[in-house]
T-cell receptor
């Protein structure tokens, strides 16, 4: 079963539109962390945010905001007033303990490609 | 200064060859990883090392052998390359193995096997 689901394969918007990228996760652990990474066309992966399972406060950083809801196992990412430079593939990831070592294992969703046109 | 670097950036080779990808991090991190990203952008962990010790081996074929000569380096050697090995390989590092440590990724190595 998919542990991290990003149902939107690709989203196209016009500059200045708001856009929300969905992420639904699955875990039996009570302690876990969720991450968002950005992969621009240049290819590198850039860390955006981390959220722990005990903190359901929404977070805002400039035009970016994240909504974490444990009740629906979702960690959605909204970009307000999108810009062309936001065009990238965005990955949601779940950090949970590996079953036999207890150490971190990062499981990525399949990514959402965001295309922002001028 | 690049935090996590990989060489080469591109690698084109024929089936059956043996190749290596090098990774270095200058962040002072204890933990390093190798990931494989396929043509559909699916990103999956292959290995993780902590203080030069193998922690996770995610059912990767024996043809893939990581080597960590020190904490700052984690190289990936691939024997008898196959067409299905074509992918982008990312090295990453983190402060340690705790769940909350974010991982810093290298620029990736695009491997093409012909």
């Amino acid at each position: 079963a998919q542990k991290v689901t990003q149902a939107q394969t690709e989203i196209s918007v016009v500059e200045k539109e708001d856009v929300t990228l969905d992420c639904v996760y699955e875990t039996r652990d009570t302690t876990y962390y969720l991450f968002w990474y950005k992969q621009p066309p240049s290819g590198e992966l850039v860390f955006l945010i981390r959220r722990n399972s005990f903190d359901e406060q929404n977070e805002i950083s400039g035009r970016y905001s994240w909504n974490f809801q444990k009740s629906t196992s979702s960690f959605n990412f909204t970009i307000t007033a999108s810009q062309v430079v936001d065009s990238a593939v965005y990955f949601c990831a779940l950090s949970e303990a590996e079953w036999d070592t207890g150490f971190q294992k990062l499981v990525f969703g399949t990514g959402t490609r965001l295309l922002v046109s001028p | 200064d690049t935090a996590v670097s990989q060489t080469p950036k591109y690698l084109v080779t024929q089936m059956g060859n043996d190749k290596s990808i090098k990774c270095e991090q200058n962040l002072g991190h204890d933990t390093m990883y190798w990931y494989k990203q396929d043509s559909k952008k699916f990103l999956k962990i292959m290995f993780s090392y902590n203080n030069k010790e193998l922690i996770i081996n995610e059912t990767v074929p024996n043809r893939f052998s990581p080597k960590s000569p020190d904490k700052a380096h984690l190289n990936l050697h691939i024997n008898s390359l196959e067409l299905g090995d074509s992918a982008v390989y990312f090295c990453a590092s983190s402060r340690g193995l705790a769940l909350d440590y974010e991982q810093y990724f290298g620029p990736g190595t695009r491997l093409t096997v012909t």
